[in-house]
């Protein structure tokens, strides 16, 4: 069966290239992430904005789907989201736009400054992220599509099998910031209906594993607040209190061994992005790592 169309693209056969991994490798050696990446915070002038949401607003905060057409793909790599419906509500969050467009926006600037990846950009020169539905054909040209919030899904029988499909494939789903245990276990029944337990178990994934260290050297999983809980707790990171302490770092390979799915549980990664340009400590106790981590993920969905 063939892979999604973009893993065959410009950006994927240089991200795939054993020269350009050495070179991005050596480059990580020379570097601390943390180092570079200041500098590029420190930087006043940029092609591209850094969204900015907060109390006050932003460039714009929310909004309907920007729903993903043909000519949103070129062969670019596209920040894909996922939509689908909730049927239940969890605090803090908000279904399929959590974090939307902040998190796609700010990611999508920051692969394209910290690696070779092409990025693809709209007329004004920001990043095209795209909302996908899970029975558009177009799913087949995300090589990562990434969901949040998802305690809250439910998967009709069309998108069951359109994710399958997708995933089955070559695909890639990464799904993030849902707290607690029964957000977790509304999470587990639905994919458990798109890739059967008994054949696609879900296991830890291991700080070994390939998939954190394709470019940045990942040593944990963190958990990390959203911004709003972190201001007003005083700075803890457990959302659900007892009942999120612990984060779920989990995926689901295929018969090869390849990552299909991965699961940040009680941690809210995507924030580390959105909320970037708000305050500084934050910044700089989340967004180093949380951009790792994101790095990572992007390019082993595009060499694997």
Known sequence: MRRPTSTTSWYCQRA???????????????????AA???LAAATVYAQRIWVGGPTGGYWRGGPPAFASRADFDGSFNYCRGFYNSV??????????????????????????LT????????????????????????????LLFMEDVGTVRFNE???KALRNYLLKGGFLWVDDFWGSYAWERWTEQIGLVLAPHQYPIVDVTLDEPIMHTLYDVKRM?????ISFWYQSGGRTSERGPDSEVVTFKGIHDEKGRLMVVMTHNTD???????????REYFDLFSPEGYAIGVNFVLYALTH
């Open 16 to 34: 795939a290239d054993p020269e350009m991994l050495g070179a991005m490798r050596a480059r990580r050696r020379l570097i601390g992430f943390a």
């Open 37 to 39: 990446f200041a500098g």
């Open 88 to 113: 239940t509500r969890e605090r803090s969050g908000s279904g399929w736009g959590t974090d939307y467009p902040g998190a796609d926006n700010n990611f999508s600037v920051r692969l394209a400054e």
């Open 116 to 143: 070779f990846v092409r990025v693809k950009l709209n007329p004004d020169a920001q990043p095209t992220h795209v909302v996908v539905r899970l029975t558009d054909a177009l799913l087949a040209r995300c090589p």
């Open 158 to 160: 069309d998108e069951i």
């Open 222 to 226: 963190p958990q990390v607040p959203a």
């Open 269 to 279: 990664i995507a924030d580390t992005w959105e909320r970037e340009g708000e305050n």
